[in-house]
Each structure stands twice: as C-alpha cells, then as structure tokens.
C-alpha cells in the first residue's frame, strides 16, 4: 500500500496567488514525522517545513505553511502569495517509527507546480 | 559551506560495468543515504548508514552496494546486476536522533546506460 499519496501530477497557479498542494499519508506508528521538499529543475532536493506527529499546531516558515489533519491523515502544503520561483517539483515524504534514529523517509510521487506572470 | 557534494554530475555506463558515485559531506552528520528517483517518481531509498563502517539495505537495495570506511563520504557503487541503473541518484545526509531535523541532499548524479 501507498504509504504518502500525492494525487495531483499537475498545478497551474497565477502569480500571486495562494495554492494548496495535497498530501495524504498512511502509518499505523504513533510517531511520525511530515517533510516538504521542493526539487527545481537543477535537481536538488530543498527542505521547506516540517510537522511532527505530536505537534498541536501546524507548522508554518515564512510563506509556507502545513495544513495537518491528524483524523484524517492529511498534511496539505500552503504557499501564500505564490512567486514565479517557487515552479517545481514539490514533494511531501514521511519519517516513521523511532525517534533516535535514521531518517529513512517514504516519499510520494510529487506534484509539479507551475507559477504563470 | 557545508554540505553534501556528488560526483560525478552526469555519468554515462556502458551495459555490464559497475560505476561508483560518490557522496561526501561537511556537515559532520552521523547519518547518510542513497536515494533513487526515476522520471516522473518520488525517490527510493537504497542504502543508509547510521554510523561508520555499518549499513541497512533500503527499499531497492539489489544490484547496489555502498560502504561507510569514514563519517564524511558514502560511495555507492551500482552493479552489472542492477537491471535498470538509468535514473538520478541523490545522496543525503542527517543529524542522527532527532525527530525533526530535516535530510540534505546533494545536487545528484544523473546516471545513464549506454
């Protein structure tokens, strides 16, 4: 089974806009961890945010922002004010199990974002 | 600057050779991995390492192998056994036992078959 799930290949934003990228994750381990990265053409994978399992509230850094649904298994990504540079890959992976040790993360198959003027 | 350098950027292979890429960090993190992204798909872990001369498979360990002789680099070598070596290759690294500390990544290896 599909352990995060990224339903949405595709987004086409207008400048300036906010837009939600979707991410629903399935985990039977009380403790987990939710990660964002942002992979532009070059390659390199870029840490955005991250929410804990245990944490009360979401997490937001800067225009980021994570609308974590706990019930529902839902750790939705918000971009405010959406720029021409934030165009790219967008993923949402999953860190199980214990807390001393390796990040072994999980991660879906990532929504291509792209910004037009 | 701290952090994680691969190379090569780009490899090319002919079929039946092994090829091995390399992965060094700076950032005196006790944890690396490999990771393998194909077109279009999230990334597959191959190899981790927690700490020097020790390594777990990942999801898609077969036809790979790594080793960890110091703290600062993780070569991964991909083997003629490997069916479908054409993919990018990135290479991470974290802080060991913390829950919300983020993976870095290197720029990546892109590998292709020849």
């Known amino acids: 089974a599909q352990k995060i799930t990224q339903t949405q290949p595709g987004m086409f934003v207008q400048e300036k806009e906010a837009v939600t990228l979707d991410c629903t994750y399935d985990?039977?381990?009380?403790?987990?961890?939710l990660f964002w990265y942002k992979q532009p053409s070059s390659g390199e994978m870029i840490f955005l945010i991250y929410?804990?399992?245990?944490?009360?509230q979401n997490a937001t850094e800067g225009r980021y922002s994570l609308n974590f649904q706990k019930a529902r298994k839902s750790a939705n990504l918000v971009i405010s004010a959406s720029q021409l540079g934030d165009s790219a890959m967008y993923f949402c992976?999953?860190?199980?199990?214990?807390?001393?040790?390796?990040?072994?993360?999980?991660f879906g198959q990532g929504t291509r974002l792209t910004i037009n003027p | 600057d701290g952090g994680i350098t691969q190379s090569p950027k780009y490899l090319f292979r002919k079929e039946g050779q092994n090829v091995t890429l390399s992965c060094e960090q700076n950032?005196?993190?006790?944890?690396m991995y490999w990771y393998r992204q194909d077109p279009g798909q999230g990334l597959r872990l191959i190899y981790y390492?927690?700490?020097?001369?020790?390594?777990q498979k990942g999801d898609i360990a077969e036809g790979y192998s790594v080793s960890r002789e110091k703290k600062e680099s993780f070569p991964l070598t991909v083997t003629s056994a490997q069916k479908n070596p054409t993919a990018f290759y990135l290479c991470?690294?974290?802080?060991?036992?913390?829950?919300?500390?983020?993976?870095?990544f290197g720029q990546g290896t892109r590998l292709t078959v020849v």
């Open positions: 991470a690294s974290s802080t060991f036992g913390i829950m919300n500390t983020e993976a870095f």
């Open positions: 985990t039977s381990d009380p403790s987990y961890g």
């Open positions: 929410q804990g399992s245990y944490d009360q």
């Open positions: 992976a999953m860190r199980e199990g214990e807390i001393q040790g390796a990040q072994k993360l999980v």
């Open positions: 950032l005196n993190h006790d944890a």
């Open positions: 390492s927690q700490i020097v001369n020790d390594f």
